[in-house]
C-alpha cells in the first residue's frame, strides 16, 4: 500500500474506485477540468450557481489535499463567468481557461495562478464577440494552448503562448473530400511542445453527420491527420499528445441503433482502432490522461464511467458506489498511479478518485 509524504493515498483512505463526496456551493455546479500535480494535490476548476442558467455561472476553483476536496480561491470576476479548463506545471504555476458573459455577449477568459492569486491574463483573440474557450493545455516546454471557438461566425479558436507571448493561430484546414467549409467544433487539446500541438474536434460532413477532425500545428502551418469515418459517422472529442511522439484519440462511431465508444492511436501514417470493453449499444470515451505508461480514459455507458488500459485493452473499470441520477465526466487526470475523474450528477459536482 502506497504511502505519501505527510498524508495517505487516495488507496491508503480506502477512497480507490469511488465516486466521493466533493463541494457544490450553488444549486448547480459542476466541475469541467482537472490537473494532478500529486496524489495529495489535484485542482478542478469549472462553475457554481444558483441557477443553471449561464447568467447565474460563477467560478469555481476545488483542491484535493489527499484527505478531502475542498473550494479553493476562485479568480475574481464581476461579470458572468465560468471555467472550463486547467493545466499546469505545478501549483505555483496553473493555467486555467473558460468564457466571461455581460448580457449577451461572451469572451475568451484566461487566468493564472502565480502561487499566490489568480491574474487575469489577456489573450489576442481577433474577435470581440460570441468568443468562448473550452479547452487548455500546457506542455513540457512551457508552451499552453487553449482552444474553443466564435458561435456567431461558426469559427474555431486556438491560442498559443510560447516565449513570444500568445498569438491566435489560423484556422485549421479541413479534409476537403469529408468536411463542408464552417461550423467547425474544437473539443480537445494537447501540447507535446510549440510545435506539436494538437486538437480534436467534429465539422459538418458534405455528406452527412460529422465530419472527424484531427490537427497538428507543427510550429508553421496545420496539418491534417482526421481518422476516416467508420458506419454512419464519427465523431472525435479528446485528444493526447506524448512528447515521445504517440497520440491517440477518443470518441464514438455512429450506427443506425447505436454508438461506441473508440480510442485510436496514430503511428505517425495511419489510425489504429485499440481494443475496448465499451458498450456496443450507447457508450462513448471522452478524455484521455497518461502519467509514464498509465493510460486512462473518462466516458460514458449510461452512466459516468472510467477506462483503464491494460495489457492492451481498455477496460471498463467498475465503480463501487453508483449514485443514483444524470452522471458524466468532463476531465481525467493521472498522477503516481492514481486517476482523477471530474464531472457532474444531477447538478452537483462528481469526482471518482482510483
Known amino acids: 500500500m502506497k504511502r505519501l509524504t505527510g498524508v495517505l493515498s487516495v488507496v ?9 463526496p466533493s463541494p457544490s456551493p450553488g444549486a448547480v455546479s459542476y466541475l469541467s477540468g482537472v490537473v494532478a500535480f500529486s496524489a495529495s494535490n489535484v485542482w478542478a476548476v469549472g462553475s457554481t450557481g444558483a441557477t443553471s442558467a449561464p447568467s447565474d455561472a460563477r467560478p469555481l476553483v476545488e483542491r484535493f489535499d489527499g484527505h478531502s476536496w475542498q473550494v479553493a480561491a476562485a479568480p475574481s470576476v464581476s461579470t458572468t463567468a465560468w471555467l472550463s479548463g486547467i493545466a499546469g506545471s505545478s501549483d505555483t504555476d ?9 448580457g449577451a455577449v461572451t469572451r475568451a477568459w484566461v487566468v493564472r495562478w502565480n502561487g499566490s492569486a489568480w491574474q487575469n491574463v489577456p489573450v489576442p483573440v481577433r474577435w470581440s464577440d460570441s468568443t468562448a474557450i473550452t479547452g487548455i493545455s500546457e506542455g513540457a516546454d512551457g508552451s499552453v494552448a487553449a482552444v474553443g471557438g466564435n458561435a456567431t461566425r461558426h469559427r474555431p479558436l486556438v491560442l498559443l503562448r510560447t516565449a513570444s507571448g500568445w498569438v491566435q493561430l489560423p484556422d485549421p484546414v479541413l479534409h476537403k473530400g469529408r468536411c463542408a467549409p464552417g461550423q467547425v467544433s474544437i473539443n480537445g487539446v494537447s501540447v507535446a511542445s510549440a510545435k506539436r500541438v494538437w486538437i480534436s474536434g467534429n465539422a ?10 484531427v490537427e497538428e500545428w507543427n510550429g508553421t502551418r496545420w496539418v491534417d491527420h482526421s481518422p476516416p469515418i467508420l458506419y454512419l459517422e464519427t465523431t472525435v472529442l479528446g485528444v493526447l499528445a506524448i512528447p515521445s ?21 496514430w503511428n505517425g501514417h495511419r489510425w489504429t482502432r485499440q481494443p475496448t470493453t465499451a458498450s456496443n449499444t450507447e457508450s462513448e470515451i471522452d478524455y484521455l490522461a497518461v502519467s509514464g ?43 503516481d498511479g492514481h486517476a482523477f475523474s471530474v464531472g457532474s450528477n444531477s447538478g452537483k459536482t462528481l469526482v471518482d478518485m482510483r
Open 293 to 335: 505508461d498509465d493510460y486512462w480514459a473518462e466516458g460514458w455507458d449510461n452512466q459516468a464511467e472510467v477506462f483503464h488500459l491494460v495489457d492492451g485493452v481498455w477496460q471498463e473499470q467498475p465503480v463501487q458506489n453508483d449514485p443514483e441520477g444524470d452522471s458524466y465526466f468532463s476531465a481525467i487526470a493521472v498522477v
Open 245 to 265: 511522439g504517440k497520440v491517440l484519440v477518443s470518441g464514438y462511431d455512429s450506427t443506425d441503433w447505436s454508438d461506441v465508444g473508440f480510442v485510436a492511436a
Open 94 to 102: 496553473v493555467w486555467a481557461a473558460g468564457t466571461q458573459q455581460t
Open 204 to 213: 459538418r460532413g458534405k455528406a452527412r453527420g460529422n465530419c472527424p477532425v
Open 12 to 20: 491508503a483512505l480506502g477512497l480507490a474506485g469511488c465516486w466521493m
